[in-house]
């Protein structure tokens, strides 16, 4: 028997199962608590012989596979980004959710270094096909969450870089990092995330702490994804000084283009009530 314990599995977005065929997949029994194997490596998600066991619960992987995992997913998405298109703004933008919502999912796991290879089809494709990559962050989604902000703010981001004309590597990093820039709210309470009402102080110093958090996230991932650590811990600092964490008067680029665009995303798109 294998012990449960929540924090060393991770729970699958069932709308990329298509993609793990090559992933063994498991499951909790409701009853004994123990954690059986659902489906072997090599077999398909809608193999006839998986009828037999009769789950609809939640499926799992061993955090070993994550990495394996996200980039079975972003293949996926990405060699199916054309046909994607072809369906519209609506279709992109609902693989991308399912997409970077895995791969933000217990980010300290690893996985992040599968998105850098999946931003630069994104630009490549913006750059052919502008009018739907420009058009995602007007996208509206009833459960609007970190993910959506975040590619709302990516895609802007990189509408951005286009329209200022900036290198392919630059708005690839500069969309990447705004991809990232609200990682550490992973790892705030969701009760402060959601909270329909002003926070109080101490929440929102919690809160204020997703910019270090999100920091120390991507510094222990792959150096790959390390571009995007000064966007992520500067977004909501000021000019003045009178920003957070630092209250830091030198700002770089991308974090005084993410601190607009954010803002301006939360305004149009969001009822948070802190900022």
């Not at 957070?244 to 005084?256: L, R, V």
Request: one cysteine or more; proline letters at 4%; a negative charge.
């Amino acid at each position: 028997m294998i012990s449960f314990k929540k924090e060393k599995w991770i729970t699958v977005r069932k709308s990329n199962l298509k993609y793990y065929t090559d992933i063994d997949l498991y499951y909790k029994n409701k009853t004994s608590g123990e954690v059986l194997l659902y489906k072997s490596a090599g077999m398909h998600i809608a193999d006839e012989r998986l009828k037999d066991k009769g789950y609809s619960g939640d499926l799992y992987i061993r955090p070993e596979d994550k990495s394996k995992c996200l980039s079975k997913v972003h293949t996926g998405f990405s060699s199916n980004l054309e046909e994607s298109m072809e369906e519209g703004v609506a279709r992109v933008k609902e693989e991308l959710i399912n997409i970077i919502d895995e791969t933000l999912h217990e980010p300290r796991s690893g996985g992040l270094e599968v998105i850098p290879d999946t931003m630069e089809i994104i630009v490549d494709s913006y750059s052919r096909q502008p009018d739907v990559i420009k058009n995602l962050a007007k996208i509206s989604h009833s459960d609007y969450s970190t993910t959506i902000h975040s590619l709302n703010v990516m895609a802007l981001t990189v509408g951005y870089c286009f329209y200022t004309k900036k290198p392919f590597d630059t708005t690839v990093n500069y969309g990447l990092t705004a991809l990232f820039h609200d990682i550490g709210k992973t790892e705030i309470p969701n009760e402060i995330l959601s909270a329909p009402r002003p926070l109080t102080d101490y929440e929102f110093t919690t809160m204020k702490n997703h910019t270090l958090l999100g920091a120390e996230i991507l510094q222990a991932n792959g150096k790959d994804v390390h571009c995007a650590i000064p966007g992520a811990l500067e977004h909501h600092e000021k000019l003045d000084g009178r920003g957070y964490p630092k209250g830091q008067k030198t700002i770089s680029e991308i974090g005084q283009i993410l601190a607009i665009i954010d803002s301006y995303v939360s305004i149009t798109n969001d009822e948070r009530l802190y900022s």
